[in-house]
């Protein structure tokens, strides 16, 4: 097997390398019992937002629909291609492309050389000449999952109330929110050499109506987030740091260009909301540079090309990396294919 790539961002810092412009292909939603329909019934439109606001994030909290817990591989976006066959040529037994992934795991290799504390874990085949990539729990984000605190519940759920007041006009304090439901779209890219398709959930559309969008477009698309209220410098590094690395990462792979930020107290009130170009944030950064990210997922994806070379459904793999004890990638026993039957038989048919 290929060895992997240093993640010494020295090691790394050159010209970007070539990245073509994401291009959406489809898109699905998933209803509220995570259901996937083959539709736009979870878009959300953006809503103009200027001036001071008074957003309680704390609001419906009690009220919530939990995010469901289980575990659903890539079936979601493997639903979305079975459904779209016409759009590959299906009868020449490929998919045309190298590998097929969710947007996260990309963003967690863009981010790997700059990652100081948390490990992570992937499942991999190869089939019909497409590498697919699961990204699966560590046993510490398992433990941390069952360990959840009242408080770790709250800023999660602030993060989906934000995103309603973005999108929606009217009794947005009353109304409760269900964490399940999601809007994805499906992205085609080119990384140096590789084609990639990966599917991403997406936040609010610039449209005055659904029914005006004919074709959506990466711009038209705006991320949110929220984070405390900066007081001090200690902060606004951290946060220059550690977060706006993985703010660019997650807007950069879908060709978002803004990123709207709830500036909110501890106890979830927003009073700003502030526009960050895309194209401001590395400016902005501290000890991290988007060329290193990019040419280290570059470098990724070729030793894992040259790694995974038997192309079976019979075979998989296991490929974890620690900040501390670097690649480790071994054969799976006694393990079934984590693409399912109802794919695999009927994708190439």
Same mark, same amino acid.
């Given at each position: 097997?290929?060895?992997? =790539?240093?993640?010494?961002?020295? *090691?790394?810092?050159?010209?970007? =390398?070539?990245?073509?412009? =994401?291009?959406? &292909?489809?898109?699905?939603? &998933?209803?509220?019992?995570?259901? %996937? ?5 979870q ?6 937002? #200027?001036? =001071? ?11 919530? #629909? ?15 291609i079975?459904? *779209? ?19 996260? +795991?990309? @963003? +967690?290799i ?6 100081q ?15 697919? &990539? ?7 984000? #398992?433990?941390?999952?069952? *360990?959840?605190?009242? @408080?770790?519940?709250q %800023? ?9 007041y ?16 999601e809007?994805?779209? $499906? ?8 084609s ?7 936040d ?11 074709? !959506? ?6 991320? %949110?987030?929220?984070? @405390?209220?900066?007081?001090?410098? @200690? ?5 220059? #740091? ?9 807007s ?6 803004e &990123? ?15 526009? %960050? ?6 400016? $902005?950064?501290?000890?991290?540079k ?13 030793? +894992? ?13 296991? !490929? ?7 690649f480790?990638?071994e054969?799976?026993? *006694?393990?079934?294919?984590? !693409?399912?039957l109802?794919?695999?038989d009927?994708?190439?048919?």
């Open positions: 097997m290929s060895s992997f =790539p240093s993640t010494h961002p020295f *090691n790394h810092d050159k010209d970007f =390398p070539y990245f073509r412009k =994401p291009n959406i &292909i489809g898109d699905f939603s &998933i209803d509220g019992e995570r259901i %996937f329909c083959p539709d736009r019934s878009l959300q439109l953006l809503k103009s937002v #200027k001036g =001071p606001v008074q957003f309680n994030l704390q609001a419906g909290f009690k009220d919530r #629909k939990k995010k469901l817990m289980v575990s659903e591989g890539l079936d979601s976006m493997l639903k979305w079975l459904h *779209n066959r016409s759009k590959f040529k299906t009868s020449e037994g490929n998919l045309s492309t190298d590998f097929i992934c969710f947007r996260g +795991l990309l @963003r +967690l863009l981010n790997t050389p700059y990652e504390r948390d490990p992570w874990v992937m499942r991999i085949t190869k089939w019909r000449g497409t590498i697919y &990539i699961l990204q699966v729990e560590t046993e510490t984000e #398992k433990e941390r999952k069952l *360990n959840l605190t009242e @408080r770790d519940e %800023f999660q759920y602030w993060g989906y109330k934000f995103e309603q973005m999108t929606r006009t009217k009794d947005v304090d009353s109304s409760s929110v269900n964490e399940n439901e809007f994805c779209c $499906m992205f085609r890219s080119r990384i140096g050499e590789f990639v398709m990966y599917g991403a959930e997406m609010g559309y610039k449209s005055d109506s659904v029914e005006d969008i004919k074709e !959506l477009k990466p711009a038209g698309f705006v991320e %949110f987030k929220t984070s @405390r209220i900066i007081e001090n410098h @200690r902060q606004d590094k951290n946060f220059r #740091k550690f977060k706006l690395i993985k703010w660019w990462a997650q950069f792979l879908v060709g978002i260009e &990123i709207q930020c709830g500036w909110r107290d501890d106890k979830g009130i927003v009073s700003e909301v502030e526009h %960050f170009p895309l194209n401001s944030i590395p400016k $902005m950064a501290v000890d991290w988007p060329n290193v990210c990019a040419n280290f997922l570059l470098a990724f994806m070729f030793s +894992l090309k040259q790694s995974i070379q038997t192309d079976t459904l019979d075979k998989s793999y296991r !490929l974890s990396w620690d900040p501390r004890a670097g480790k990638m054969e799976e026993h *006694n393990q079934t294919s984590f !693409l399912p109802w794919f695999t009927h994708i190439f048919k």
